[in-house]
């Protein structure tokens, strides 16, 4: 584990409305697929960790939620800032997380290692969290599916290669899948399992 | 003792909304599916409400502005008491204009006027499983939506018209999500099923005994189950609102003497209200400023 | 003219002062104290935290009599309580085998090592109205025992012995118990989540559930292995210490029934048990809750499942009181929308049938459809 300092600083200034409030970015981001939120209150998540990564760490994590972590975040002081301020467990196992946090530039671990849930149970999957480098610039995507009225445009910039042919099959499982939220800095957007992406045209 | 007073901000601890939140996510990014979560006891009755009220409280914040209604209506009972419950525990702003609430939790109904990007419907649900009445366990019933199978849906449908020449529910009428689950949309009048196609606000449903959230995104198809000869039709009334002449909404019939004399009047009474305020008078309806 | 009811908020304050009122009753008479109704009404404050499932005599009091003494309504205050307590961590499974016993009477043996203690019980009392009662005479001290209590063997470690009886089983490392009320119900439920359903499950369900498995809806051959009544010591494991802390002693009742197994292609014949334990003094239910658990195992010993105590669905979804009550209660919420839903309905199809029946004479009665 690194150092300790990194772990113990940061965290919500008001954890009772500073959670409520990242949660209702997240809920009105998975509502609407592909609108890019802004978190406003700095969690001073330790490198490589991002703010908006940090922000729903903190506001959904806890010991009922086993976290996954990169090799390097594992390396970081990312572990112990999650653990000490959440209460979560990171564990090594994909199939066992419920959230998962991939930093900007790693290569994308397969989806499907991660719990998708059953036929049954499709709720039970986990959340990746993909930082990447921009939400507003870079290669143009559509959106379309539930949340969205027809289509909605969405730019990526650093999105990891393979993503979108993860997606696709990722897709393909419904209603079982994982959820993704790309991060960039202190923005996010949520693309749910339902989320159909496409390259933009022109 | 007197620490037993004081509870944390919209009642429920950090973690039980955390686990509601986590559920709620999911329930999104899987329009229709019921989500099992760990209800909590509240305090007020189950069947009053409770899974409502966990799920407002668990996305509550204080700039919310709240407004709950019970039957259409802002002043029946359990919706003045579940109003005052977090005007208390949350220190929110409640409101009774559908279009100033960022929250509204219902029970029954979904008001008169479109609701709005940036709006949260939270229903209210008894049983929040649309096959129970045709099998009580939950053990099928799991499996027949894992399985897509609703045929027994149908059937129980097509013996309505069989038997009857039309299919007689009335409320709590199926309905198909996204074209996946099949979705009870909680008591409300079959009337109101058409408002919840391709919604602009999010709708959330909560069933608290039963320990289930489901959702339905904004946008999002939810097509009321029927057939190719017998389509999905809504009650029509052959009158309009006694008090503000309002038509194609839903009334709620009163009964003004024991002998056979009655009413009707909008059920949606911040709609009835706005429109009376407007100058807008039905037959039995007095201009203006006659309601408070 | 009409005018929509109004002032809903002023009439539910007026009622709840009107309730508060009542519930004080005639103000000659003094206040009714929670030491009284936990020193006089002890079964009932028992009944509250069990089925509340919140061990504390002197909120259970309150809610009883916050409750006017109904006792759905003093378990669900004292369960909508629980519900915002922080759980610090899990105690080790309670050793009643080292209980300090105040009751204890087994069905099978006449007389065994600790033997049979009758302790405060209605048994053989004659049901005979006590006008003694309302003069508040002097009551004489009851006997007891002089000697330190020597922990008793339990009846089921007896027939163990001889290889008669299932195993106690072996909880696994990883193995905390689960909880219904932190996580959602799944079935099929594993038995140590059946008995915290049952353990919080109303007295009389599981009285009438019990009462019909010995009438032959499910019957299991049942005898009262034992009954112990008594004190046990709830320790917790701090690992920052590195040993169990002493939190205190509960009164619990614990009700062991042996019932009869033919055996099977893996196992040989012998007796299997159903477990009741119970927060406090009530033999009534530690009794219905094991026979109820012997009857819910039916699946674990492939018997066939044909009778509702068996039905673990069916028990466990309609166990809970609280869970029940406001259920049947809610139907007093207004429904007038989903009714006038209904008397559309009812109205067009009298008229369709009214229609489809020419030359009929159609009753002229106020009731009539319009």
């Known amino acids: ?202 | 003792m007197s620490d037993l007073a004081t509870y944390n901000f919209a009642y429920l601890d950090e973690q039980t909304k955390r686990m509601i939140r986590r559920a709620i996510l999911k329930a999104i990014a899987i329009p229709g599916y019921q989500v099992p979560f760990a209800s909590r006891e509240m305090p007020m009755p189950y069947g009053w409400g409770t899974g409502g009220v966990q799920i407002t409280a668990s996305i509550i914040g204080p700039d919310d502005v709240l407004k709950v209604i019970d039957q259409g209506a802002d002043d029946t009972t359990n919706a003045v008491s579940i109003r005052a419950f977090f005007a208390k525990v949350a220190n929110v702003a409640v409101t009774t204009h559908t279009h100033d609430a960022s929250i509204i939790q219902t029970r029954h109904r979904i008001p008169e006027k479109t609701l709005l990007e940036g709006q949260v419907l939270v229903y209210q649900v008894p049983i929040p499983e649309p096959l129970r009445f045709l099998e009580p366990r939950e053990t099928e019933t799991r499996t027949m939506h894992a399985l897509e199978e609703y045929g027994l849906m149908h059937v129980k449908l097509y013996e309505d018209i069989a038997l009857n020449g039309h299919i007689a529910t009335t409320y709590a009428y199926p309905v198909k999500v996204a074209g996946r689950y099949v979705m009870d949309p909680s008591p409300i009048p079959k009337f109101d099923n058409p408002k919840m196609h391709l919604s602009e606000a999010l709708q959330l449903f909560g069933a608290g005994r039963e320990k289930r959230i489901y959702a339905i995104p904004p946008h999002t198809a939810v097509v009321s189950l029927d057939f190719e000869d017998h389509p999905f039709e809504v009650q029509t009334f052959d009158r309009p609102c006694a008090l503000c002449g309002a038509e194609d909404v839903y009334l709620d019939e009163v009964i003004l003497d024991d002998k056979g004399g009655r009413m009707f009047v909008c059920s949606d009474t911040d709609h009835c209200e706005e429109r009376r305020a407007c100058g807008c008078v039905g037959e039995l309806g007095v201009k203006q400023e006659a309601a408070e | 003219m009409y005018v929509a009811v109004k002032g809903g908020e002023t009439a539910i304050a007026n009622a709840h002062r009107l309730l508060a009122d009542k519930r004080r009753g005639d103000r000659s008479l003094p206040a009714i104290s929670s030491e009284q109704v936990i020193e006089q009404l002890t079964l009932a404050v028992d009944r509250v935290m069990a089925e509340a499932s919140l061990y504390d005599r002197a909120l259970a009091a309150l809610a009883f009599r916050q409750a006017r003494g109904d006792m759905i309504e003093a378990i669900f205050l004292l369960r909508a309580y629980r519900t915002t307590l922080p759980r610090f961590g899990t105690s080790l499974p309670i050793d009643t085998g080292h209980m300090l016993i105040e009751r204890r009477v087994s069905a099978t043996y006449k007389d065994l090592p600790g033997g049979q203690l009758l302790g405060p019980t209605f048994d053989y009392t004659h049901r005979l109205l006590d006008p003694s009662l309302l003069e508040d005479g002097p009551v004489e001290e009851g006997e007891r025992r002089t000697e330190a209590c020597e922990p008793a063997m339990r009846v089921s470690d007896i027939l163990a012995g001889e290889g008669l009886i299932e195993g106690d089983g072996t909880l696994q490392e990883d193995e905390g118990g689960g909880d219904l009320t932190r996580e959602p119900m799944e079935f099929p439920m594993s038995r140590d989540l059946r008995l915290q359903a049952l353990a919080r499950g109303d007295e009389g369900f599981l009285l009438a559930l019990g009462y019909s498995t010995q009438r032959g809806y499910g019957r299991n051959h049942p005898f009262t292995g034992e009954i112990r009544i008594g004190e046990v010591e709830i320790e917790l494991y701090v690992p920052e210490l590195g040993f169990a802390v002493s939190l205190g002693d509960i009164r619990v009742t614990e009700c062991q029934m042996v019932t009869q197994f033919k055996g099977s292609s893996k196992v040989p014949p012998q007796f299997t048990r159903g477990y009741g334990l119970v927060f406090g003094q009530s033999e009534r239910k530690a009794m219905s809750m094991s026979l109820v658990d012997r009857a819910l195992r039916a699946r674990e010993f492939g018997e066939d499942i044909l009778a509702p105590a068996q039905d673990e669905e069916f028990v466990l979804s309609h166990c809970d009181n609280v869970q029940a009550t406001g259920f049947v209660e809610h139907l007093k919420l207004p429904h007038y929308v989903d009714f006038q839903a209904e008397l559309d309905l009812v109205r067009r199809m009298r008229g369709e049938y009214e229609a489809s029946r020419p030359g009929t004479q159609i009753p002229q009665t106020k009731e009539a459809a319009e």
């Open chain 1, 1 to 202: 584990m690194a150092v300790a300092a990194d772990s113990l600083t940061g965290g919500f200034a008001q954890p009772v409305y500073d959670s409520q409030a990242v949660f209702r970015l997240m809920m009105d981001g998975m509502a609407r697929p592909g609108t890019v939120k802004t978190v406003a209150t700095d969690v001073g998540a330790p490198a490589p960790l991002g703010l908006a990564a940090g922000a729903i760490a903190l506001a959904l994590c806890d010991h009922d939620t086993p976290v996954w972590l990169t090799a390097a975040l594992q390396k970081s002081a990312v572990p112990g800032w999650v653990s000490f301020h959440s209460g979560a467990t990171i564990t090594r196992e994909k199939a066992e997380a419920r959230f998962a946090f991939i930093e900007a530039g790693t290569a994308l671990p397969s989806f499907g290692l991660f719990a998708s849930g059953t036929q049954e149970y499709p709720d039970r999957s986990a959340t990746l969290v993909i930082e990447v480098a921009a939400l507003d610039d870079g290669k143009a995507l559509t959106l379309s599916g539930p949340g969205i009225a027809a289509t909605r445009g969405m730019r990526v910039k650093g999105l990891p290669d393979g993503f979108t042919g993860q997606w696709t099959m990722n897709r393909a499982l419904f209603p079982r899948g994982v959820d993704v939220v790309l991060t960039a800095g202190d923005r996010f957007l949520c693309l749910p399992r339902t989320v159909l992406i496409t390259l933009a045209e022109g």
